[in-house]
């Protein structure tokens, strides 16, 4: 009894070894894979053109083929939001984002889906917009994406993202279905690290500074 | 006599041959070092921190030490503003700009400049916004700048200008004073052609689409 007792632990660490190794071979051979082509430079311009991107959210929350086709009349077509989705989707270990408007309900629940995948997501937005009908802020903290905002005079008005510390999102785009239908907007999408690097700095400044120890509280009796 | 005569145009064609000799021997030196040095990447973060730009356009509009001293108190230091000035006044032969709000009046004296220097200035904006007060439009028009605005119901949201076909600067930056001293905002300034070509297409692009010609105009008795 004792021995057999002994070997089913046993057996269990070795599964899990096995399973922590497969891990680590398959984030080895993607990092490899990336390390093998060269770095993503694409610059995209909004408005976007008019497509359904219902397919590329199933494929990313793992329905594949077994979702039901979308019924709506946009062709399923290469466009600036599609090619936006799939660079975010791509994220695996982390996404940062800081953000001055989002209410784009297709990249809100690219964001959502990413945080269920695992990926450690974390907000910045700008306090005087998220609360705006449509915003996404409150869907995301709902679903336990952690955000935080500034308590400043200026806007937060950066509009960046960067994915697993290697790909910046960034530009005039504000993710907004405003601006992703109508607005004359660019985004610039690179892997170069001289850019992300300074990037990815500035969002841990941001984030360290509107940690919410740093809040401040008024009531009504404040002068 | 008539010897004499034919010698003084003749003169004077040499002197104007020489005089081209020059400015072509400038540009293709400028040319040759700007090849010699690796491309410019840099990112800048705004707010700015504050300082005095006026020494900077004193001597790019050629004043020089001549000068006088500004008596203002902000110190003359390095900054995310001074530095995109530079980089700004660095065009020598044209300069695309395509900007949803500009107010920054250190900003405005920096494209008159150029313009007053035989820079190519081409601008182009937002309708809704141009009109506001403090605005540096109506100012660039009057000094002869050709500025183009959208007819549009999105914004013309961009916020970027390509200096010499060569740099790029873009970002979330609007040119206006209260984002460059109480907004968080970045600023890409860019030399690799994988960046600057699309957003040289993309002004052509909004350019002619915005054409005077294009545009319409109501009377009061329209419906």
Same mark, same amino acid.
């Given at each position: 009894?004792?021995?057999?007792?002994?070997?089913?632990?046993?057996? &269990?660490? #070795? =599964? $899990? @070894?096995? /399973? +922590?190794?497969? &891990?680590? #071979? =398959? $984030? @080895?051979? /993607? +990092?490899?894979?990336?390390?093998?082509?060269?770095?993503?430079?694409?610059?995209?311009?909004?408005?976007?053109?008019?497509?359904?991107?219902?397919?590329?959210?199933?494929?990313?929350?793992?329905?594949?083929?077994?979702?039901?086709p979308?019924?709506?009349?946009?062709?399923?077509v290469?466009?600036?939001?599609?090619?936006?989705?799939?660079?975010?989707?791509?994220?695996?270990?982390?996404?940062?984002?800081?953000?001055?408007a989002?209410?784009?309900?297709?990249?809100?629940?690219?964001?959502?889906?990413?945080h269920?995948?695992?990926?450690?997501?974390?907000?910045?937005?700008?306090?005087?917009?998220?609360?705006?009908?449509?915003?996404?802020?409150?869907?995301?903290?709902?679903?336990?994406?952690?955000?935080?905002?500034?308590?400043?005079?200026?806007?937060?008005?950066?509009?960046?993202?960067?994915?697993d510390?290697?790909?910046?999102?960034?530009?005039?785009?504000?993710?907004?279905?405003?601006?992703?239908q109508?607005?004359?907007?660019?985004?610039?999408v690179?892997?170069?690290a001289?850019?992300?690097?300074?990037?990815?700095?500035?969002?841990?400044?941001?984030?360290?500074?509107?940690?919410?120890i740093?809040?401040?509280?008024?009531?009504?009796?404040?002068?």
């Open positions: 009894m004792w021995a057999a007792g002994a070997r089913q632990p046993r057996r &269990a660490g #070795l =599964a $899990l @070894a096995a /399973a +922590a190794a497969a &891990a680590a #071979l =398959a $984030l @080895a051979l /993607a +990092a490899w894979r990336r390390r093998r082509r060269p770095p993503v430079r694409e610059v995209l311009f909004f408005p976007s053109r008019p497509s359904c991107t219902e397919a590329l959210l199933g494929e990313a929350a793992g329905l594949g083929t077994t979702a039901r979308c019924p709506c009349p946009l062709p399923r290469d466009s600036s939001l599609s090619r936006l989705l799939r660079h975010l989707l791509s994220a695996r270990r982390s996404l940062e984002i800081c953000l001055f989002f209410s784009s309900p297709q990249l809100g629940r690219a964001v959502q889906l990413l269920r995948r695992g990926v450690r997501v974390r907000v910045v937005t700008d306090a005087q917009y998220m609360g705006l009908p449509g915003s996404q802020i409150g869907l995301l903290r709902h679903a336990g994406i952690q955000v935080r905002h500034d308590q400043e005079n200026g806007y937060m008005h950066h509009k960046f993202a960067v994915v510390r290697r790909m910046l999102i960034t530009g005039s785009l504000n993710w907004t279905t405003q601006a992703i109508n607005n004359r907007e660019n985004v610039l690179v892997e170069d001289e850019y992300v690097k300074p990037f990815l700095d500035e969002f841990e400044r941001i984030w360290e500074e509107y940690n919410p740093n809040y401040r509280f008024f009531s009504k009796d404040d002068k």
